[in-house]
């Protein structure tokens, strides 16, 4: 039997943070946003050849992101139920971590000449980062009581921050200082990043690996596993039409979720693009906002265990819709550095303040953790 709060299984599930945020930052956000949208223009500003027809190349970006969300969506309910059902919660949870750091790897070959097989990688990555987040989250309950959800949340997110922190450092004099490191060809840092995200992801997992539970809640499941998780999800909707309450929480989070994910994603190409700032001064940027989600983090921590988790998303949303109209006013660098640090002081509440019990109206104050978008 599990034994909750077991410090090292909270490391071990705070430490999976460490190594999956250097995708986010390094692969989503920072280095391959900007090397993407420079590899495989055909004519100016942005035009590329992509599977025989002419697109914009951010169009492209945010087409893939789009994409990899679409399936994760369309996936994860079955693959979340049959997790629950059979309690291997981990065994899914390696599949898409080897997966997706795997498909990151191989954007180390990432050139002009293979544009679009590329952007499948990114895709596929993106599909695995999200994957395995879907399950790593749904072990916070298993493995804390529920007083500490907040706090041991709070606390894989800044471990998150400060480890792709570190990375992108080391990616970041690369990139700039090529020189340092004996390398001549442009093209190879930005590589080498992406293939280093997929080695740090999956070394630094494998302590995860080893403290996680293998079985939820030492489970031994019958039957056909692909089944009964159609049967378990069949279960779920059937009870979601009972809880109108639930059914307006997740429209509402489904809309909520878009737009920071739209900012979120988005906001290095904007930089790029539309205000041409310096790719340098871009990145080291984005390497600040990583610093200030840590104290961002850890505030909003403190003020849902103050005032309750609802009165913590509020603030957090009202800040989302004030950068949002912000931005549509942003026309130079000074604006879009200062809009930058209210996202990292926001971004590090981001997903850690909303209520599970969705049964009551209103909800427990104290019945907080991190929202999985998921039907377990």
């Avoid at 995200?197 to 494998?206: D, H, N, P, R, T």
């Avoid at 059937?238 to 639930?246: A, H, I, N, Q």
């Avoid at 989070?253 to 739209?262: D, H, K, R």
Wanted: aromatic share 18%; glycine share 8%; charged share 10%.
């Amino acid at each position: 039997m599990l034994v909750k709060n077991d410090p090292k299984v909270i490391n071990a599930w705070c430490f999976y943070d460490w190594a999956n945020s250097v995708h986010a930052l390094v692969i989503v956000t920072a280095i391959f946003p900007i090397y993407f949208g420079a590899t495989a223009v055909t004519r100016e500003p942005d035009w590329v050849q992509f599977w025989g027809m002419e697109f914009q190349n951010s169009v492209v970006f945010s087409y893939a992101v789009s994409a990899a969300f679409l399936i994760i969506a369309l996936t994860s309910p079955l693959f979340s139920a049959v997790a629950d059902f059979s309690g291997r919660k981990k065994l899914f949870m390696k599949f898409f971590c080897y997966f997706g750091a795997i498909n990151c790897g191989l954007l180390y070959f990432f050139t002009k000449e293979t544009y679009a097989i590329s952007t499948l990688f990114f895709v596929l990555s993106l599909v695995g980062w999200a994957g395995s987040i879907v399950f790593y989250n749904s072990f916070l309950p298993e493995i804390v009581t529920e007083d500490r959800y907040d706090a041991v949340s709070a606390r894989g997110f800044s471990m998150g921050y400060i480890g792709s922190v570190l990375l992108l450092i080391f990616n970041l004099t690369m990139v700039m200082k090529p020189g340092w490191y004996g390398i001549s060809d442009p093209s190879l840092p930005p590589r080498i990043a992406f293939l280093s995200v997929g080695i740090w992801w999956i070394g630094f997992a494998q302590y995860s690996f080893a403290y996680l539970p293998s079985v939820s809640f030492g489970r031994k499941p019958t039957g056909n596993w692909l089944l009964k998780g159609f049967q378990e999800l069949g279960k779920v909707m059937t009870e979601l039409r009972r809880l109108p309450v639930l059914k307006r929480f997740l429209g509402a989070y489904f809309c909520y979720n878009m737009g920071v994910q739209t900012v979120m994603y988005l906001a290095t190409l904007f930089g790029d693009r539309e205000l041409h700032l310096d790719s340098g001064a871009l990145i080291a940027v984005l390497l600040v906002i990583q610093l200030v989600a840590i104290l961002g983090a850890w505030l909003f921590a403190r003020f849902s265990a103050r005032w309750g988790n609802f009165r913590a998303l509020m603030v957090a949303v009202c800040v989302w819709i004030g950068i949002c109209v912000s931005a549509y006013f942003v026309q130079t660098g000074t604006q879009f550095y200062v809009l930058a640090f209210v996202v990292g002081l926001v971004m590090g509440g981001y997903s850690g303040t909303v209520p599970v019990d969705l049964r009551q109206t209103p909800p427990r104050r104290h019945n907080r953790h991190r929202f999985v978008f998921q039907f377990l």
